[in-house]
């Protein structure tokens, strides 16, 4: 089992920024990668960005690429969301997830889930 902790949401004027942070622990060595999604009302959970824990290698979402940075702490077995230059649309709430197969835009892939942290973007 892994267990994950989201932290850093809130309200944030449009252009603003936010950094939010998952926390592991638990059997983390299992964990081959990391992922952000986030849902956002009455749609559906969305890919935001992932990182691979060993390789550092990252994929994003065409909405938050060139805005948003994911980056990990290994020492700590925490993963960073740097968002900057936020919009209305990223409003949702964010999750974290982690894969013990690989590193994937797929909800599928990642089997550990937090509970998810507000993010809010007021025009």
């Known amino acids: 089992q892994v267990r994950l902790v989201e932290s850093g949401g809130g309200l944030v004027q449009a252009g603003g920024s936010l950094r939010l942070s998952c926390a592991a622990s638990g059997r983390t060595f299992d964990s081959v990668a990391m992922a952000w999604f986030r849902q956002a009302p009455g749609k559906e959970r969305e890919f935001v960005t992932a990182?691979?824990?060993?390789?550092?290698?990252?994929i994003y979402a065409d909405s938050v690429k060139g805005r948003s940075t994911i980056s990990r702490d290994n020492a700590k077995n925490t993963v960073y969301l740097q968002m900057n230059s936020l919009k209305p649309e990223d409003t949702a709430v964010y999750y974290c997830a982690t894969s013990i197969w690989r590193i994937s835009r797929s909800a599928h892939e990642y089997a550990y889930w937090g509970q998810g942290t507000q993010v809010t973007v007021s025009s």
């Open positions: 990182i691979n824990w060993s390789t550092t290698s990252t």
